[in-house]
């Protein structure tokens, strides 16, 4: 029989520590061994409850999520650490700020109002990712690295047609706060699915632009995709392509898919019918096969395809899926992947 997940839950409300410990005993393969009510309290439980994944809030008395967080780092913990806070915009940013500290994924906190049959399915998926990362990977610069080649020079106004559709989870917040900064201005278009909860993806977005030569921001429906411009789908909306006067975005909120809303696989299906062979589809980091199909559907099309490496992702399950599928030109470590893109693009007719 396969050992279940132990999961110590940390939170200040009562409340919150039981919807979460029913939501995910609900799941097979997950026990919460102990609950915790401050980090304090859960440094004192960790020695004896050996848990493989934690759950962590981002404000709470006596010491806050995001101090517990560096100190873990700084012991060389090699915990995974689910953050599941108040998505408000201040909360965002301290959620992104624990990503950067080391928390694997980041959901939204559950009310009195939540379905806990609604909330199953995600917190188990996602504790799962946490306790299937890779925890021996080096930390990410986050300083601008401009890839050695410089991107095509662009074609005539209103002339290029060549489109960049990224797809990433579990590590992809990280992974494109390297690589968004690390690629030169003039590029394409990109379009982007992170698996990500509402409300976080416009702080993801804010983070990364104010690193990037680019401009990078959430989407919203109907806008135009541009040169020198990066979307990012919005948590809660698959974000499609398509074509009228030029590219734009529709935001929709159709059924999941994978168990996933945003979907990687409904946007590089898009963009593979209006962009066809100008399309380059790129794989990250992340648990699921979300992606897969979707960049077969880019190689139909006669369009290119990358995935992250398995050394290189902190989970390597949707860059496999593609792989086994036999739908990637090349799969490349993350810091090789800005150059690659521009690489790549420079194979693309415009």
Do not use: W
Request: neutral net charge; aromatic residues 2%; contains cysteine.
């Amino acid at each position: 029989m396969t050992r279940k997940i132990r999961v110590l839950v940390i939170d200040d409300s009562a409340l919150v520590r039981k919807t979460i410990t029913d939501t995910l005993q609900m799941d097979p393969d997950i026990e919460v061994v102990g609950v915790a009510n401050d980090p304090l309290i859960a440094m004192d439980k960790i020695p004896k409850l050996h848990p493989d994944v934690l759950t962590l809030d981002m404000e709470m008395p006596r010491m806050d999520g995001l101090t517990f967080l560096r100190q873990l780092k700084q012991e060389n913990s090699p915990l995974p650490v689910v953050v599941i806070s108040s998505l408000t915009q201040q909360g965002s940013k301290l959620a992104l700020d624990a990503m950067e500290a080391g928390a694997k994924e980041v959901l939204a906190k559950p009310d009195g109002s939540s379905s806990i049959g609604a909330l199953a399915g995600k917190l188990a998926f996602h504790i799962k990712a946490a306790a299937r990362a890779r925890r021996d990977l080096a930390p990410l610069p986050t300083t601008k690295i401009q890839p050695s080649l410089p991107s095509r020079p662009r074609a005539p106004a209103g002339m290029d047609r060549r489109l960049v559709v990224i797809g990433s989870s579990t590590g992809g917040v990280e992974a494109l706060r390297y690589i968004l900064p690390a690629l030169p201005a003039d590029l394409p278009p990109i379009a982007i699915v992170q698996h990500i909860p509402a409300y976080f993806s416009k702080a993801v977005a804010e983070r990364i632009n104010g690193l990037s030569a680019m401009e990078v921001r959430e989407a919203a429906d109907n806008d135009p995709l541009l040169p020198g411009v990066c979307l990012i789908a919005p948590g809660d909306y698959h974000m499609m392509i398509v074509k009228q006067d030029q590219y734009r975005v529709r935001l929709v909120q159709t059924p999941p898919v994978h168990h996933c809303r945003p979907a990687v696989d409904v946007l590089f299906r898009s963009a593979a019918a209006v962009a066809g062979a100008h399309t380059l589809g790129v794989v990250l980091t992340g648990m699921g096969r979300d992606g897969a199909r979707g960049l077969g559907s880019i190689k139909e099309a006669g369009g290119c395809s990358l995935a992250q490496n398995e050394a290189s992702s902190v989970i390597y399950g949707m860059p496999r899926a593609a792989v086994e599928l036999g739908v990637v030109d090349r799969s490349v470590h993350l810091q090789a992947m800005p150059q690659a893109i521009v690489e790549t693009l420079n194979t693309i007719k415009p």
